[in-house]
């Protein structure tokens, strides 16, 4: 069984900054893709940044310029660091990875249980 665990999360003043981690571990034989997603009170689940294994990035035009996303696939962990943050930005924030458990096995999705983060004076 794969977990995802999300951390790093907490309380920042507006302008302040945050590093998020989302460490993946279980018997995988490869992560592909993986991203950041945040959910707000009353508001859909977003994309906020993702990475493929190779690296390329793709992030969303609210956070672009502030965010920088990346990873270790030695360690299978990825990071989100968060500059420069808002009000807005309050959400809690999901670590998702496509996973490939075995090499003769399809992919599938897994996801963190969240880390929220709180930008508030």
């Known amino acids: 069984q794969v977990q995802l665990v999300e951390s790093g999360g907490g309380l920042v003043q507006p302008g302040g900054s945050l590093r998020l981690s989302c460490a993946a571990s279980?018997?995988?034989?490869?992560?592909?893709?993986m991203g950041w997603y945040r959910q707000a009170p009353g508001k859909q689940r977003e994309l906020v940044a993702q990475?493929?294994?190779?690296?390329?990035?793709n992030y969303a035009d609210s956070v672009k310029g502030r965010v920088t996303i990346s990873r270790d696939n030695a360690n299978n962990t990825m990071y989100l660091q968060m500059n420069s943050l808002k009000p807005e930005d309050t959400a809690t924030y999901y670590c998702?990875?496509?996973?490939?458990?075995?090499?003769?096995?399809?992919?599938?999705?897994?996801w963190g249980q969240g880390t929220l983060v709180s930008v508030s004076s």
């Open positions: 998702y990875a496509m996973v490939v458990i075995r090499e003769t096995d399809s992919p599938m999705d897994a």
């Open positions: 990475i493929a294994r190779r690296g390329n990035t």
């Open positions: 279980g018997s995988i034989a490869t992560i592909y893709g």
